[in-house]
Antibody, heavy 122, light 108 residues
Framework: EVQLVQSGAEVKKPGESLKISCKGS????????IGWVRQMPGKGLEWMGI????????RYSPSFQGQVTISADKSISTAYLQWSSLKASDTAMYYC???????????????WGQGTMVTVSS | SYELTQPPSVSVSPGQTARITCSGD??????AYWYQQKPGQAPVLVIY???ERPSGIPERFSGSSSGTTVTLTISGVQAEDEADYYC???????????FGGGTKLTVL
């Protein structure tokens, strides 16, 4: 079964750093782009960026460029989303998702993780 | 940056046809995709490449494209179709993706 399993919920203080993870299984992790999507409470989906684990090629939305870092460790089939200094406005559900076709971008997200809730509060 | 525009809400009675539009300048160049999201759940892909339906998605879901507007059509709407629907596409160069603001479908 193809699946993405994300790390658990996090509660952090403003200014702290954080790295959340997304582990893929059931498919060739290095052959599909994988991305991150933000959903703030009660709001819509926002496309953050994608990474190709095969060579770590990364694309960011202009809205998130410089605000977060997307990375991947292909040896353990895991993608990451990282913040160096969290803000209260980073409070959101974060989903990882796989692009539909091997090697291909742009494309639809066909497999989604269960989401990781990040709460940033003093 | 690039934006996709959707109506905030659409309401239909059971058995009727719901149409949800999505507008964007790059849609003639880039495919559109549609997702359904129910409360507390991750999104589910219901249409890709403007009009293709993934396996397991009911035939009542269809997509179409005309110029700068794409449309998700749900024929014979059922109560279980009540959800938020999002379109997604890419900027004109295909470098990054973008979601529409979402449309809440209410089944009366």
């Amino acid at each position: 079964e193809v699946q993405l399993v994300q790390s658990g919920a996090e509660v952090k203080k403003p200014g702290e750093s954080l790295k959340i993870s997304c582990k893929g299984s059931g498919y060739s992790f290095t052959s599909y782009w994988i991305g991150w999507v933000r959903q703030m409470p009660g709001k819509g989906l926002e496309w953050m960026g994608i990474i190709y684990p095969g060579d770590s090629d990364t694309r960011y939305s202009p809205s998130f460029q410089g605000q977060v870092t997307i990375s991947a460790d292909k040896s353990i089939s895991t993608a990451y989303l990282q913040w160096s200094s969290l803000k209260a406005s980073d409070t959101a559900m974060y989903y990882c998702a796989r692009l539909r076709e091997m090697y291909n971008t742009p494309d639809a997200f066909d497999i989604w993780g269960q989401g990781t809730m990040v709460t940033v509060s003093s | 940056s690039y934006e996709l525009t959707q109506p905030p809400s659409v309401s239909v009675s059971p058995g009727q046809t719901a149409r949800i539009t999505c507008s964007g300048d790059a849609l003639p160049k880039q495919y559109a995709y549609w997702y359904q999201q129910k409360p507390g759940q991750a999104p589910v892909l219901v249409i890709y490449k403007d009009s293709e339906r993934p396996s397991g998605i009911p035939e009542r879901f269809s997509g179409s494209s005309s110029g700068t507007t794409v449309t998700l059509t749900i024929s014979g709407v059922q109560a279980e179709d009540e959800a938020d629907y999002y379109c997604q596409s890419a900027d004109s160069s295909g470098t990054y993706g973008v979601f529409g603001g979402g449309t809440k479908l209410t089944v009366l």
